[in-house]
């Protein structure tokens, strides 16, 4: 029965917490000083996606380079499964705002970095590699350089370096803002596959509404500088989402919340 | 690759033509074909101390490649040597290191050891240089990308900052290789027996003017030669080194 009761702790422990996340750059009270960040306080619940949509200049890609290990908040802390970060861990995956793939390498060999930095870059990585490559369409570029893809594809290449050990958690900055919308909605898709078929939890930055209601779990709205959390929203859309939940009331219900939380769309409009 | 060798025949046809008219001594400004003639003449002896100039220019690059190199390196990994002596290293540039050559020549003799290390001397800078702004240059999300995936700094060295530099090293090679050639012949000249600069000398000392034109195009070609080869090298990793130039 304490076992019982130990494991039902276990599962409404949160996956990571935040808190009390704060973080300023330059010098304490100095002339230059900026306040990115202020109280951030949230705990991630494991296996959901988590967006952080806020203006530009908020503090998203610092509280994201925090719970990554990148930067060091000034005050409070992150823990991941109860352990404090103290810097980059094993099993998180990030995807950049940018591919951020090396030219002189060919996409297999980009998707492989992680697992050659691991010294786990047998023949079973290199088969999960293309797997990997194969679920998100690119089996046929495989050695092609990144010079010979799409913006679209590139990201999906990115996608796939993030995932190829297997991390328990995926951190995306604004990683299909550069791409134009049909690709964009494409790449929302194929995340809520993946998320299909892992469990992996997702904090996933963008300033786009619509894109933190189709993808996210939670939203998280943040103000402009000093950043902190003004709005918390629950996305209750069921599962699977598709082209369709974008026009349900619910979704536009949604999107109306969170713009009203951005500060662009007057309540009573 | 047509319309240089067009452009290169027409400005030799000139000078042929040019000398002709002007009625110019062949001793003062040989005309092409003279030149020509003098290089077929003498084509066992140009080959010989092309052999001997194109050794000292190579070795002399092959010796500033593997100390410029590390020291690149070196200054771009410690803030320490950095500070300690990049800013010495741009004070020495500004050193003509020709002035160099005679003491160089005291210390090591008339023989190749000296060319060898002026070729050195004088291709040493532009291979630091570049390859430390390639080093330096690596993109800061790449190297972020190696932090997040916990890279040691051997690994993100090997496996980012050196591939990333690698145009730069290139660029700065093909700068080198023409450098070292100028080295070596410079070193010629203060003292030696041997090699084109050498030949060029004695070539002027005797009047021989036709003889010293088929040097100097003998020199042409050995500079030619290895900046091609040192591109060569750049275009055999062109796949491997993809748009890296411009990121
Ligand atoms: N390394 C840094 N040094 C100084 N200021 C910084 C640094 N990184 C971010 N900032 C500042 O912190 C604020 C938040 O930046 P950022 O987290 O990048 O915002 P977002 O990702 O939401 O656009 C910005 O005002 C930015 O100028
Ligand atoms: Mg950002």
Known sequence: MSAAIASATTAAEPFARILGVGKSFGEPRGRF????????????????????????????????????????????????????????????????????????????????????????????????????????????????????????????????????????????????????????????????????????????????????????????????????????????????????????????????????????????? | MLLPATGLFLLLACWQIGVRVLGISPAILPPPLLVARSVQDNAALLAVEGWVTLRESLYGFLLAFIVGVPIAVGIVSSRLLDRMFYPLLIATQSLPKVALAPIVLIWLGTGMESKVAIAALVAFFPIVVDTAAGLRGTSAELLELARVNRATQFQTFRKVRFPAALPFILAGSKVAVTLAVIGAVIGEFVGSDDGLGNLLLVANAQLNTAMAFAALTALAVLGMVLYAAVAGIEMLLRPWLGEVRHG
């Open chain 1, 33 to 269: 000083q900026t306040i990115a960040l202020q109280a951030v306080e949230y705990d991630i619940a494991q296996g959901e996606l988590v967006a952080l949509l806020g203006p530009s200049g908020c503090g998203k890609t610092t509280l994201l380079n925090i719970i990554a290990g990148l930067t060091t908040a000034s005050v409070g802390h992150v823990e991941i499964r109860g352990r404090r970060v103290t810097g980059p861990a094993e099993d998180v995956g990030f995807v950049f705002q940018t591919p951020n793939l090396m030219p002189w390498r060919t996409v297999l060999a980009n998707v492989m970095f992680p697992m050659e930095i691991l010294g786990r870059a047998g023949p079973a990585a290199k088969a999960r590699a293309r797997d990997l490559l194969a679920m998100v369409g690119l089996s046929a570029f495989v050695d092609q350089r990144p010079m010979a893809l799409s913006g679209g594809m590139k990201q999906r290449v990115a996608l796939c370096r993030a995932l190829i050990h297997e991390p328990s958690m995926l951190l995306m900055d604004e990683p299909f803002g550069a791409l134009d919308e049909l690709t964009r909605m494409e790449m929302h898709d194929l995340l809520l596959d993946i998320r299909r078929m892992s469990a992996t939890t997702v904090v996933f930055v963008t300033h786009s509404i619509s894109e933190a209601v189709y993808l996210a779990d939670d939203i998280l709205v943040f103000s402009a500088r000093p950043g902190r959390i003004t709005q918390r929203i629950r996305v209750t859309l069921p599962y699977p989402r598709s082209a369709a939940t974008r026009y349900s009331a619910a979704f536009t219900q949604l999107e109306r919340q969170a713009g009203t939380a951005l500060g662009v769309v007057h309540p009573d409009a």
